[in-house]
């Protein structure tokens, strides 16, 4: 699984999470009860030890639990939640991986996707500064095993800019998002995912 792989969970849940703290800490409440469904492009850069890779591609988020990214650039890879199962398609490989989603997820930052109190019960959060114009909000995790040693949620105005997570290998992804819609008209077969004939596929 690449390493960009990885890290899309995480971007699934900062999209999700950064929106909650757009307005502050009184934001969250309303965010968990109104928001319902989130869309856009974004460009993802991971620095690890020994490379960075940017990839790039569009999301699109229907609470509670169901998601769907699209890597576009520099290759095609579908990660997509359908509320039960993850699945993971590599066009390249042409291997598909499944895995059971509450498992998969855990208590990572994804977890926000499939229970609306995941963030409260997971994360501190507090103000963290402001870098070129964009103000920040960091999340740190509660348990010392969920694999992040933190997130940092960044806007510029009212405008989700950007997301910064480092993991507890020291690597660290970042996330710039555009063309955000908070209010997307999703059909329900987005987030079903059927493997193509001649592809492996395998459980995890």
Not at 52 to 73: D, K, M, N
Not at 84 to 102: G, R, S
């Amino acid at each position: 699984m690449r390493i960009l792989s990885r890290a899309v969970l995480s971007g699934v849940m900062v999209i999700s999470c950064a929106l909650v703290n757009a307005g502050g800490l009184d934001t969250l409440q309303k965010f968990n009860s109104d928001t319902d469904g989130i869309s856009g492009q974004f460009t993802q850069t991971v620095h690890s030890k020994k490379r960075t890779q940017t990839t790039s591609g569009t999301f699109a988020i229907q609470r509670p639990g169901l998601f769907r990214w699209e890597y576009t650039q520099p290759y095609k890879q579908t990660i997509v939640g359908d509320g039960k199962t993850v699945w993971l398609y590599d066009q390249d490989l042409a291997q598909v991986t499944k895995q059971e989603q509450n498992q998969t997820i855990g208590d990572s930052p994804a977890a926000i996707l499939s229970n609306k109190s995941a963030l409260n019960a997971n994360y501190s959060l507090s103000d963290d500064g402001n870098s070129d114009g964009v103000d920040y909000v960091r999340a740190i995790p509660k348990r010392s095993n969920t694999g992040y040693q933190n997130i940092r949620i960044g806007f510029r105005g009212d405008n989700l800019a950007n997301m910064q997570l480092k993991d507890s290998f020291g690597n660290q992804t970042t996330i710039t998002f555009s063309k955000i819609n908070t209010h997307p008209q999703f059909n329900r077969s987005q987030f079903k995912f059927t493997p193509p004939k001649g592809v492996d596929v395998l459980s995890q």
